[in-house]
């Protein structure tokens, strides 16, 4: 079954800069049973587990998250490029694969102790998720994994997320 979703997972070489090979979910999500499939497995490890909210990174993971969100009867959290979001937030930085950048969440997004899944296309260095770890931190909530469809396990950005758990449907 996973394999199947490791198939409709597209390579594009050199993408977005020299020595980078992309990992396009983009053929995933507009396949219908691989959609699914990809929703559906992620879903049922989170039933039952009180998820309140989960938090989708920009772009693709608002894709994975608000679908997720959905199935779990949860609300969906965007967390997005900064200017982006109209009330008032808090910024993290970090580094990417390929670059720097900052995230920023509203204020008022979670609230202390709700049970939060954080939810990504894919973790490479783990940078990305790991300025999203602080920012669900610093408004209190409880952390319960942090779920993606693709893992790149060479770059270890599972450490980075640490003591918090990983979970990926699809590794290389
Ligand atoms: P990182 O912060 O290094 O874990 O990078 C993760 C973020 O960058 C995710 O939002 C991914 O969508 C994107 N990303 C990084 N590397 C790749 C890659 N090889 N293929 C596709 N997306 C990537």
Avoid: W
């Avoid at 390929?98 to 939810?119: F, K, P, W």
């Amino acid at each position: 079954m996973v394999e199947k979703l490791k198939q409709a997972i597209r390579d594009i070489p050199d993408f977005p800069k020299k020595g980078i090979l992309f990992k396009d979910i983009t053929t995933l999500c507009q396949d219908p049973l691989s959609f699914q499939r990809m929703v559906d497995i992620l879903s049922h490890r989170y039933i039952g587990r009180n998820v309140d909210l989960v938090v989708g990174i920009e772009a693709r993971g608002f894709i994975v998250g608000a679908a997720l969100a959905y199935k779990l009867g949860a609300g969906v959290v965007l967390v997005r490029k900064p200017g982006k979001l109209p009330y008032k937030t808090h910024k993290a930085s970090y580094s990417l694969e390929y670059g720097e950048d900052s995230l920023e969440i509203h204020q008022d997004a979670i609230r202390e102790g709700q049970n939060v899944i954080i939810a990504d296309d894919l973790l490479a260095t783990g940078g990305t998720a790991r300025a999203v770890v602080d920012l669900v931190e610093k408004l209190g909530g409880n952390i319960l994994e942090c779920a993606f469809i693709v893992e790149l396990n060479e770059l270890n950005g599972r450490d980075k997320l640490k003591p918090h758990g990983v979970y990926s449907l699809i590794q290389y």
